[in-house]
């Protein structure tokens, strides 16, 4: 039972570029979330979901796309990578109930962007 | 938008020392949670409180949610090297959202 795996770890991007961050998780959860850790910073949501189908809007949306096409799976997006998006990215799953509640992180990815 | 003052921003501290932080914020929460953060690890859920007033233990840890609702605080007992890391608060509010504070970082000197 992994729980929630990210990849990959670390990433060095150049500006412009555009990847995937992947996210699965094997707890059979439905709320899926995609937050971004600034250094000194508290965690800020971007994308989120309450199933297969269904994403919405967090805090910091801009420059980010989700899809969530499985359970399992979250992938969040990066089009046109700036500077502003390095940051370190955590997938997070709960299992139902209320919204937010105990959290279950991954292990995060490190993006840097140059 | 919500904000979560969490203080200190960080401690040093010696092993065996008792610590204690604390979380405030303007707005009222409908649950607390605290949070810890290993160094290169995502965070994991050390205690959670759902009632104004409640006291909660988890081992050394003990964390209670302020009668006002706007307050929280944790305090870790004895400490040990491991206790080293990133503690945060997480309030969740009416509308089911969860704000984090900015964190604690904890550092114990040998």
């Known amino acids: 039972n992994a729980g929630v795996t990210q990849t990959p770890k670390f990433r060095i991007l150049k500006i412009g570029q555009s990847m995937t961050l992947q996210c699965t998780q094997d707890?059979?959860?439905?709320?899926m979330y995609w937050y971004r850790q600034d250094p000194g910073m508290g965690l800020k949501l971007i994308y989120y979901?309450?199933?297969?189908?269904?994403?919405d809007k967090g805090e910091v949306p801009n420059g980010y796309n989700v899809s969530r096409s499985t359970t399992e799976d979250f992938p969040l997006r990066l089009e046109l990578a700036a500077p502003s998006q390095t940051s370190v990215y955590f997938c997070a799953t709960t299992s139902g109930g209320s919204l937010n509640e105990k959290l279950f992180f991954g292990s995060g990815t490190q993006l840097s962007v140059l | 938008g919500q904000q979560l003052n969490q203080s200190p921003q960080s401690m040093f501290i010696q092993e065996g020392e008792d610590v204690s932080m604390n979380c405030t914020s303007s707005s009222i929460f409908n649950t607390w949670l605290w949070y810890k953060q290993d160094p290169g690890e995502g965070p994991v859920l050390l205690i959670a409180?759902?009632?104004?007033?409640e006291l909660t233990s988890n081992g050394r840890l003990t964390a209670q949610f302020g009668i006002t609702r706007k307050d929280s605080f944790l305090n870790i007992s004895a400490s040990i090297p491991s206790d080293v890391g990133i503690y945060f608060c997480a309030g969740v509010n009416r509308d089911d959202k969860i704000i984090f504070g900015k964190g604690t970082r904890l550092h114990i000197l040998p």
């Open positions: 409180l759902y009632k104004a007033g």
């Open positions: 707890m059979n959860h439905n709320y």
């Open positions: 979901s309450v199933g297969a189908g269904i994403t």
